[in-house]
């Protein structure tokens, strides 16, 4: 809920700036001016970093006995209250062997935040560089040399926006699900006999919650990246868009200022070119293979394709189902007790990924022994994150048939140089709603697609950046997921 709430606020105040939502009510009394901030960045290139606040300060890093006494500047900023409703609807009717269940759900989401007056604490940069003019930072303090091992950067907090009064932040939730499933069991001992068992649930469930955050919450921060030295020696990164971060031994790893891009208007930390071909599946080393996804059961297929389509209509829930994979895709141990703030749909989706790794520990990844099926989901969960708003409610209302066009439509484009024939359009798309439908979809990623009588072709702008990727990849994902669904 809170990290929900301050995400929303970002998102609205402050969209394309600089500013970092506190995803952690935990981390609130960390935030101060002048700590420390681990920047990580994350395994596909168009991913935005994660944030992670320490419990030190620049000061704490710093070699002599003399404290570095920050200079805070404090103004009010805005007052400011939001309401956000969710609407979700589905029905997943399968059928795998003897097997055959439906599922259909209603559910109806309310979260409002009511910050109130907000202030923001500024810190003096320019009486921080005279402060520490000619210091040296400790190399044998413990987090930099655990951060030496990573290719993690330091930053500082430069600014951070907190509440002058408590306020609530409530979340309202009204779910309802009709389970109907049928089991076959035929050639028992041998025979033709044939049990059937019916069974029919409508479950409800209603969730009110309110939490009363108390007075100076921070709830938003901005930073500025640390460029350290083996000597000892750091540098302030003042300029926008300057990459931070702890020389290596080796020149190659030692990250360059002149290697970092904007896409969307978003600085990332990665080197991500402005125009990324629809071809480009591959990552460095990285092969952006979601092919392992096709191998599940067709059970299994769609009960993630219905999952994943309820997530959609919620960023924050798309985000948390995305770091928890990537924990599993890095070797983490997930421990459920830590993520309480997993919903039963979440549970459920990720229930079934895991199921398939104990049963499929034969198909990994060479390299570090993941199940290649875990590293396709989250290969697709992270493609659909970066996707905008209005990409992923289109997605969320697709149905099974749609993508599987859509996707052969896409892949057609991309080994094309030259238009299409109309004649080459997949059945399902030469409906104009479904035609329609596909150019909602490209449109939302600044691609247009065109015809005339006889011809089809995309016009991609000069700044659509990854968002034509991600599309690709999270159409293919969806389509592997729900061939032989509808």
Same mark, same amino acid.
């Given at each position: 809920?809170?990290?929900?709430?301050?995400?929303?606020?970002?998102?609205?105040?402050?969209?394309?700036?600089?500013?970092?939502?506190?995803?952690?009510?935990?981390?609130?009394?960390?935030?101060?001016?002048?700590?420390?901030?681990?920047?990580?960045?994350?395994?596909?290139?168009?991913?935005?970093?994660?944030?992670?606040?320490?419990?030190?300060?620049?000061?704490?890093?710093?070699?002599?006995?003399?404290?570095?006494?920050?200079?805070?500047?404090?103004?009010?900023?805005?007052?400011?209250?939001?309401?956000?409703?969710?609407?979700?609807?589905?029905?997943?009717?399968?059928?795998?062997?003897?097997?055959?269940?439906?599922?259909?759900?209603?559910?109806?989401?309310?979260?409002?935040?009511?910050?109130?007056?907000?202030?923001?604490?500024?810190?003096?940069?320019?009486?921080?560089?005279?402060?520490?003019?000619?210091?040296?930072?400790?190399?044998?303090?413990?987090?930099?040399?655990?951060?030496?091992?990573?290719?993690?950067?330091?930053?500082?907090?430069?600014?951070?926006?907190?509440?002058?009064?408590?306020?609530?932040?409530?979340?309202?939730?009204?779910?309802?699900?009709?389970?109907?499933?049928?089991?076959?069991?035929?050639?028992?001992?041998?025979?033709?006999?044939?049990?059937?068992?019916?069974?029919?649930?409508?479950?409800?469930?209603?969730?009110?919650?309110?939490?009363?955050?108390?007075?100076?919450?921070?709830?938003?921060?901005?930073?500025?990246?640390?460029?350290?030295?083996?000597?000892?020696?750091?540098?302030?990164?003042?300029?926008?868009?300057?990459?931070?971060?702890?020389?290596?031994?080796?020149?190659?790893?030692?990250?360059?200022?002149?290697?970092?891009?904007?896409?969307?208007?978003?600085?990332?930390?990665?080197?991500?070119?402005?125009?990324?071909?629809?071809?480009?599946?591959?990552?460095?080393?990285?092969?952006?293979?979601?092919?392992?996804?096709?191998?599940?059961?067709?059970?299994?297929?769609?009960?993630?394709?219905?999952?994943?389509?309820?997530?959609?209509?919620?960023?924050?829930?798309?985000?948390?189902?995305?770091?928890?994979?990537?924990?599993?895709?890095?070797? /983490?141990? =997930?421990?459920?007790?830590?993520?309480?703030? *997993? !919903? &039963? @749909?979440?549970?459920?989706? +990720?229930? %079934?990924?895991?199921?398939?790794?104990?049963?499929?520990?034969?198909?990994?990844?060479?390299?570090?022994?993941?199940?290649?099926?875990?590293?396709?989901?989250?290969?697709?969960?992270?493609?659909? /994150?970066? =996707?905008?708003?209005?990409?992923?409610?289109? *997605? !969320? &209302? @697709?149905?099974?048939?749609? +993508?599987? %066009?859509?996707?052969?439509?896409?892949?057609?484009?991309?080994?094309?140089?030259?238009?299409?024939?109309?004649?080459?359009?997949?059945?399902?798309?030469?409906?104009?709603?479904?035609?329609?439908?596909?150019?909602?979809?490209?449109?939302?990623?600044?691609?247009?697609?065109?015809?005339?009588?006889?011809? +089809?072709?995309?016009?991609?702008?000069?700044?659509?950046?990854?968002?034509?990727?991600?599309?690709?990849?999270?159409?293919?994902?969806?389509?592997?997921?729900?061939?032989?669904?509808?």
């Amino acid at each position: 809920m809170f990290s929900k709430a301050t995400a929303n606020f970002v998102r609205h105040i402050d969209p394309e700036g600089s500013l970092i939502h506190v995803s952690r009510l935990n981390d609130s009394d960390k935030l101060v001016p002048m700590a420390l901030v681990v920047k990580r960045n994350r395994m596909w290139f168009w991913q935005s970093p994660k944030y992670q606040p320490t419990d030190f300060t620049l000061s704490n890093l710093l070699q002599g006995d003399k404290v570095l006494s920050p200079d805070v500047s404090k103004t009010e900023f805005v007052t400011y209250e939001g309401t956000y409703r969710d609407k979700l609807s589905g029905k997943l009717d399968t059928e795998a062997g003897s097997v055959r269940a439906t599922l259909e759900g209603h559910g109806t989401s309310k979260l409002q935040s009511c910050f109130g007056k907000l202030k923001k604490e500024e810190l003096d940069v320019k009486k921080l560089l005279q402060d520490s003019s000619g210091r040296l930072i400790d190399m044998q303090q413990p987090l930099v040399q655990q951060l030496e091992k990573r290719a993690d950067v330091l930053a500082v907090v430069k600014e951070r926006i907190l509440t002058a009064n408590s306020f609530t932040v409530t979340q309202t939730k009204k779910e309802q699900c009709i389970f109907q499933g049928m089991l076959g069991l035929v050639g028992l001992m041998g025979s033709s006999f044939k049990v059937c068992v019916k069974d029919s649930n409508n479950i409800e469930a209603d969730c009110d919650v309110s939490l009363e955050i108390p007075s100076g919450t921070v709830i938003a921060y901005s930073i500025l990246e640390l460029e350290i030295k083996k000597s000892g020696h750091f540098n302030i990164c003042l300029q926008p868009g300057l990459m931070g971060g702890i020389e290596a031994d080796s020149p190659e790893s030692w990250p360059s200022f002149d290697s970092l891009d904007e896409v969307d208007g978003r600085c990332n930390g990665h080197k991500v070119p402005k125009k990324v071909p629809l071809g480009a599946l591959q990552n460095g080393s990285q092969v952006m293979d979601l092919s392992p996804l096709a191998e599940l059961p067709q059970l299994t297929r769609g009960v993630l394709f219905k999952r994943l389509q309820e997530t959609l209509g919620d960023r924050t829930a798309l985000s948390y189902m995305e770091c928890l994979l990537e924990e599993l895709c890095s070797g /983490e141990t =997930l421990n459920m007790a830590k993520h309480k703030e *997993l !919903s &039963e @749909s979440q549970r459920k989706l +990720l229930s %079934a990924i895991l199921d398939r790794a104990g049963t499929d520990s034969h198909a990994e990844n060479t390299q570090c022994g993941i199940p290649s099926h875990l590293n396709a989901a989250h290969l697709l969960v992270s493609a659909l /994150e970066e =996707l905008p708003d209005p990409t992923l409610s289109l *997605l !969320s &209302e @697709s149905s099974a048939d749609f +993508l599987e %066009a859509f996707d052969t439509l896409m892949c057609m484009l991309k080994k094309s140089r030259e238009p299409l024939s109309i004649q080459c359009l997949p059945v399902p798309l030469q409906d104009n709603q479904a035609f329609q439908c596909a150019e909602q979809l490209l449109s939302s990623t600044n691609v247009t697609l065109k015809r005339d009588s006889d011809r +089809l072709w995309m016009e991609m702008g000069d700044e659509e950046g990854v968002l034509p990727l991600v599309l690709c990849l999270s159409i293919q994902g969806l389509s592997l997921l729900c061939k032989g669904q509808q």
